[in-house]
């Protein structure tokens, strides 16, 4: 069983920054492959950006450039830093974990921007 906590959402301006940090307790933290979805009032569950245990990251075309997602294994965290932040960015952010073949969400966290 894995569960994950989020945090380092918040009220931002434009233009500001943001770092998420995912910490995962139980699973194979470091084989496991990581993502951040994003999901807007009314709108579906999309994913921001996904990192394998190796490494190799990928992104939605629309976030290359200003988003970026790490991990840290010794602490069994990811990270979500968010530059340049619009409001077209604001969303509940949520961390999956994917161990062992199953899936693990967590809570989310809001981000809000504002113009």
């Known amino acids: 069983q894995v569960q994950l906590v989020e945090s380092g959402g918040g009220l931002v301006q434009a233009g500001d920054s943001l770092r998420l940090s995912c910490t995962a307790s139980?699973?194979?933290?470091?084989?496991?492959?990581l993502a951040w979805y994003r999901q807007a009032p009314g709108n579906q569950r999309d994913l921001v950006a996904s990192i394998t245990g190796g490494g190799r990251t990928n992104y939605a075309d629309s976030l290359k450039g200003r988003f970026t997602i790490s991990r840290d294994n010794a602490k069994n965290t990811a990270y979500l830093q968010m530059n340049t932040l619009k409001p077209e960015d604001t969303a509940v952010y949520y961390c999956?974990?994917?161990?062992?073949?199953?899936?693990?969400w967590g809570q989310g966290t809001q981000v809000t921007v504002s113009s």
């Open positions: 139980g699973g194979t933290f470091e084989r496991s492959a």
């Open positions: 999956k974990v994917i161990d062992l073949g199953r899936e693990y």
